[in-house]
């Protein structure tokens, strides 16, 4: 009874991951297309490039793939095609520009300008979006500022209250201490999840060997690094030792994250590594692409 669950819902969350990773491409297909609309004015070319181009467009080549077979050994017409290959896929983005696709070749509208109204619309809806997350962040960061300011405020009277009464000041500074961090970590995350997604580093399987290591060994080390830290704060809780300051004022907090968060900070400078790499290439590329279009520019002349 609980392998069919689990296997179900291995695959419903298979099933999430692909629409998410297919969603992700939505504006590297709609870039690439337009850039082989005007290379070539068959649709039929750029359908067939689209579905030999693992590197550019991911899992989204099956998508051209399908539609280039069914033309190919089917005699599917462009239209027909894409119309059939749209019923097919369930995110819902894809799913509408395949159809607006396959309407346009139904009414022979050039597919270069096809494509650059999508780009065109593309541009203005991710300006839009980019606007509103960026809105909703100034809104976290005020809440940020306001949180911080109230809880210090009450942690400082707190703090004042137990000495005044007589109360344990080191267990009130703890409580005050988790308090903030917890409003505060928590805000950050919010902030986190608002704020645009700007990845550098991509997650396909055409990344290097080294790097998808260091993702697992990351994975692996997440949830027993959280276990440690929680048994490492329940054990150290009280067992301060009066004889030994650093030790005492070590204990139960900064002990417990530095030990747990240890082999994670190992793991994230050498990953650090390679987003330095993937940087300093980001910063080197427009200038080679301006230097292969003044060169081809040459050619031409």
Known sequence: M??????????YMERIKQTKKIKDFYSIMIIYLYSLS?????????????????????????????????MKKWNYTLYKATQTVSTTIKED????????LSYSLSMEVDLENFM?????????????????????AKRYIEAYSALLTSATFLSVSMLLTSMIYGVNIEQVL????????????????????TLPPDPILHNEELRPETLKLLEKINSLLLTPCIVT??????????????????????????????????????????????????????????SFVKSLGDANLLQIL
Do not use: H
């Open 2 to 11: 609980l392998n069919p669950l689990l296997r179900k819902l291995k695959e």
């Open 38 to 70: 005007t290379v070539t004015s068959s649709p039929r070319d750029v359908i067939n490039l689209a579905g030999k181009s693992r590197y550019a467009l991911g899992d989204l080549t099956s998508i051209f793939s399908k539609a280039s077979t069914l």
């Open 93 to 100: 983005s894809i799913k509408k520009f395949l159809q607006r």
């Open 116 to 136: 650059k109204i999508e780009y065109e619309k593309l541009l203005e809806t991710s300006s839009a979006e980019f606007d509103r997350a960026i809105e909703r």
């Open 174 to 193: 703890t409580y005050s201490i988790l308090m903030i961090a917890g409003t505060l970590v928590t805000i950050i995350f919010l902030m986190a999840r």
């Open 229 to 286: 830290l929680i048994l490492l704060f329940i054990s150290f809780s009280g067992k301060t030792n009066p004889e030994n300051s650093i030790l005492s004022n070590l204990m139960p907090i900064p002990l417990s994250f530095i030990t747990a968060g240890l082999p994670l900070l190992i793991v994230g400078r050498m990953g650090r590594k390679w987003v330095k790499q993937v940087e300093k290439i980001d910063e080197n590329y427009p």
